[in-house]
Nanobody, 118 residues
Framework: VQLRASGGGLVQAGGSLRLSCAASEGTFSTSTMGWFRQAPGKEREFVSAIAWRSLTIYADSVKGRFTISRDNAKNTVYLQMSNLKPEDTAIYYC?????????????WGQGTQVTVSS
């Protein structure tokens, strides 16, 4: 399965961005999809995931600011990020069947850079 992430960019603190991740194959609809991020000098950390029935989970650091969603007809998962903070600056990776506790997943996207200026 190939995952292609997009939507990153440079935004001021308090701003918003929407990340997208398109999957190449049809089993997307029954897969859990998620997002991780890795800031410079830090380990990759779990951000959010959405199960095939749309049950969602979030890291405490993004609860209330980020919203994950999916469109199974388009094989795409989204991460709407609002009220962005400089500490949200990182490369964001989408993942198929992520394991939040271990940082593992079946497949990874190439990453998209999000930079939040203060």
């Amino acid at each position: 399965v190939q995952l292609r992430a997009s939507g990153g960019g440079l935004v001021q603190a308090g701003g918003s961005l929407r990340l997208s991740c398109a999957a190449s194959e049809g089993t997307f609809s029954t897969s859990t999809m998620g997002w991780f991020r890795q800031a410079p000098g830090k380990e990759r950390e779990f951000v959010s995931a959405i199960a095939w029935r749309s049950l969602t989970i979030y890291a405490d650091s993004v609860k209330g600011r980020f919203t994950i969603s999916r469109d199974n007809a388009k094989n795409t998962v989204y991460l709407q990020m609002s009220n962005l903070k400089p500490e949200d600056t990182a490369i964001y990776y989408c993942a198929r069947n992520p394991i939040p506790s271990t940082g593992q997943a079946d497949s990874w996207g190439q990453g998209t850079q999000v930079t939040v200026s203060s």
